[in-house]
């Protein structure tokens, strides 16, 4: 191993700045994630060249693969900046610089911070929650079967960090396409049995313009979900359950 | 208020790229379009290419073979309706609206080189391969040069005469092995977006036995295109298997020596 990490960073000050890149010169350690390197250049932010410059902005907060902030482009792939380790990169390109930047679908805020706000926007309309006022106890909820408690935990692991959207083909500003990861949380919901109560709405919406059709089966989502969700399989289902619902709409509404 | 950050802008110009927009819940049609489109493929488009490719396979038999097949496919009641119905309007929506869904999507195997994401590109190739040939495929066969319905003896060598030319045959092998191809796949893609296969295993199978499907549908297709080129028993074609035999008069025998009126030969006056 190199005693000595290259980095190339792609920088903007301002979400309407130019981009450019910035190296970095990092001493190596063993086991550094790019999140250690990110924390090295901040505790000495000077650039290869010598010059001084500010420390890397990027979103992060548990740095363990689990709040789903500091997802960016590492060597070009949507990656997680806590569980992607300099190794691994060391040994998919020896000898060659790590390049960071920011998700590429996403407008940029600061460096290697995007806004990410259009998830949360799509989850408010998909309604990714169970409807429950909270003004006065309402009791216990309605027993979940266990079968359907372990179909559900696995949807539950989604950590929204938007990795599902920027690798999808079919995720950009032509299609408007909602995302796996709305998708998925959808799925939950309807899944469970005092949020099913909204089942008829988040399906509808995902009829929408922008909805679940526009997906192309590529499987980017599932091969890139940093915390292995099964997005193929909820897509299907929900796709189906999606066209039931058009079609009783057809007739019934 | 002061302290409130600036709204972030709905594009980035230095990126050239806008903003994804949040979904629009109610509103379009497109998830109507997107499923006739997927319905369309494979019922009433897909299900022609299996009777396109059968009826061909009539080919191996000869010029008869294969004019009585044409006839027999232009005998069925309304066959015009039929045509337009069935074949030419569902194949205009397809073609176009797979057109737009292919100029949307952004293809990424260069960063993401996965099986699935070659998947999604190849269905999108193999259809405008498709689209490309099929244009030229229906003009040149179907409505220009002799009118086939009409003249069903002369399919075999209307088709012999276009494959003559190695570019076409190239384009023929080409497009036959496309839009199998796309097909195939297509129906992949129809079973796991409708919910019949959504678990992974369930996709696993269905995708060989979609492989499967595909293999044969194009071997039987291209050994279709060999019954046009391929067999010297039938290579030069009569122009119509249909047309009574041409009279071919007997060659006038040389008149005999000393002969004095040629047009009475052996009578010597």
């Known amino acids: 191993m190199p005693s000595t990490i290259h980095v190339e960073i792609l920088r903007q000050s301002t979400p309407d700045d130019?981009?450019?890149?910035?190296?970095?010169?990092?001493?190596?350690?063993?086991?550094?994630?790019?999140?250690?390197?990110?924390?090295?250049?901040?505790?000495?932010?000077?650039?290869?060249?010598?010059?001084?410059?500010?420390?890397?902005?990027?979103?992060?907060?548990?740095?363990?693969?689990?709040?789903?902030?500091?997802?960016?482009?590492?060597?070009?792939?949507?990656?997680?900046?806590?569980?992607?380790?300099?190794?691994?990169?060391?040994?998919?390109?020896?000898?060659?610089?790590?390049?960071?930047?920011?998700?590429?679908?996403?407008?940029?805020?600061?460096?290697l911070a995007v806004d990410r706000a259009v998830?949360?926007?799509?989850?408010?309309?998909?309604?990714?929650?169970?409807?429950?006022?909270?003004?006065?106890?309402?009791?216990?909820?309605?027993?979940?079967?266990?079968?359907?408690?372990?179909?559900?935990?696995?949807?539950?692991?989604?950590?929204?960090?938007?990795?599902?959207?920027?690798?999808?083909p079919q995720f950009n500003d032509q299609t408007n396409f909602v995302g796996a990861a709305t998708i998925a949380q959808a799925r939950l919901f309807n899944m469970d049995p005092a949020g099913s109560v909204l089942k008829q709405d988040r399906l509808r919406a995902l009829a929408g313009d922008g909805g679940i059709q526009e997906c192309g089966f590529a499987q980017n989502c599932v091969e890139a979900c940093p915390k292995l969700l099964p997005l193929a399989e909820s897509i299907s289902i929900t796709g189906r359950d999606a066209m039931l619902q058009q079609l009783k709409d057809l007739f019934t509404r | 208020?002061?302290?409130?950050?600036?709204?972030?802008?709905?594009?980035?110009?230095?990126?050239?790229?806008?903003?994804?927009?949040?979904?629009?819940?109610?509103?379009?049609?497109?998830?109507?379009?997107?499923?006739?489109?997927?319905?369309?493929?494979?019922?009433?488009?897909?299900?022609?290419?299996?009777?396109?490719?059968?009826?061909?396979?009539?080919?191996?038999?000869?010029?008869?073979?294969?004019?009585?097949?044409?006839?027999?496919?232009?005998?069925?009641?309304?066959?015009?309706?039929?045509?337009?119905?069935?074949?030419?309007?569902?194949?205009?929506?397809?073609?176009?609206?797979?057109?737009?869904?292919?100029?949307?999507?952004?293809?990424?195997v260069n960063v993401y080189p996965w099986a699935g994401n070659w998947g999604y590109l190849t269905q999108r190739i193999t259809g405008l391969i498709a689209f490309a040939y099929i244009i030229q495929h229906v003009w040149r066969q179907r409505f220009s040069g002799v009118m086939l319905p009409e003249h069903p003896g002369a399919a075999f060598a209307k088709v012999q005469h276009e494959l003559?030319?190695?570019?076409?045959?190239?384009?023929?092998?080409?497009?036959?092995?496309?839009?199998c191809w796309h097909f195939s796949y297509g129906i992949w893609l129809f079973a796991a977006k409708w919910g019949i296969t959504p678990g992974?295993?369930?996709?696993?199978?269905?995708?060989?036995?979609?492989?499967?499907?595909?293999?044969?549908?194009?071997?039987?297709?291209?050994?279709?295109?060999?019954?046009?080129?391929?067999?010297?028993?039938?290579?030069?074609?009569?122009?119509?298997?249909?047309a009574p035999p041409a009279i071919t008069q007997p060659a006038p025998a040389p008149p005999p020596p000393n002969s004095t009126n040629p047009s009475q030969p052996g009578i010597v006056q």
């Not at chain 1, 550094?32 to 000495?44: C, K, Y």
């Not at chain 2, 194009?218 to 010297?232: K, R, T």
């Open chain 2, 1 to 108: 208020m002061a302290t409130s950050a600036p709204p972030i802008p709905t594009h980035s110009s230095v990126r050239g790229i806008k903003k994804v927009q949040p979904l629009h819940p109610d509103t379009g049609h497109s998830f109507l379009w997107h499923k006739l489109h997927s319905l369309s493929g494979l019922i009433p488009i897909g299900a022609f290419l299996i009777e396109h490719i059968l009826s061909n396979i009539e080919a191996l038999g000869g010029p008869a073979a294969y004019g009585h097949q044409v006839r027999l496919l232009n005998s069925l009641p309304q066959v015009r309706v039929l045509e337009w119905t069935f074949i030419f309007i569902p194949l205009a929506f397809h073609a176009t609206y797979g057109l737009w869904i292919a100029l949307r999507g952004r293809a990424t």
């Open chain 1, 18 to 111: 130019a981009a450019r890149t910035e190296r970095f010169a990092i001493p190596y350690r063993p086991n550094m994630n790019i999140t250690s390197v990110l924390g090295e250049i901040a505790l000495n932010p000077i650039t290869a060249d010598g010059a001084p410059t500010t420390p890397i902005t990027y979103d992060s907060n548990c740095l363990e693969e689990i709040c789903g902030s500091c997802a960016m482009l590492i060597n070009g792939r949507a990656r997680m900046a806590c569980s992607t380790l300099v190794d691994t990169l060391q040994k998919e390109h020896p000898d060659k610089p790590i390049r960071l930047a920011p998700l590429s679908k996403f407008p940029v805020v600061r460096d």
């Open chain 1, 119 to 168: 998830l949360f926007e799509n989850l408010k309309v998909v309604k990714a929650w169970v409807p429950i006022d909270g003004t006065y106890d309402l009791g216990p909820g309605p027993r979940q079967f266990p079968q359907t408690q372990e179909a559900r935990y696995p949807l539950s692991n989604c950590i929204s960090c938007t990795i599902c959207m920027e690798v999808c």
């Open chain 2, 164 to 179: 003559h030319n190695p570019w076409m045959l190239a384009l023929y092998i080409v497009a036959m092995i496309a839009t």
């Open chain 2, 200 to 242: 992974n295993r369930a996709r696993k199978r269905f995708g060989q036995l979609c492989a499967a499907f595909g293999t044969v549908l194009c071997i039987l297709g291209l050994a279709s295109i060999y019954a046009f080129v391929g067999n010297p028993k039938f290579a030069n074609a009569p122009a119509d298997a249909f």
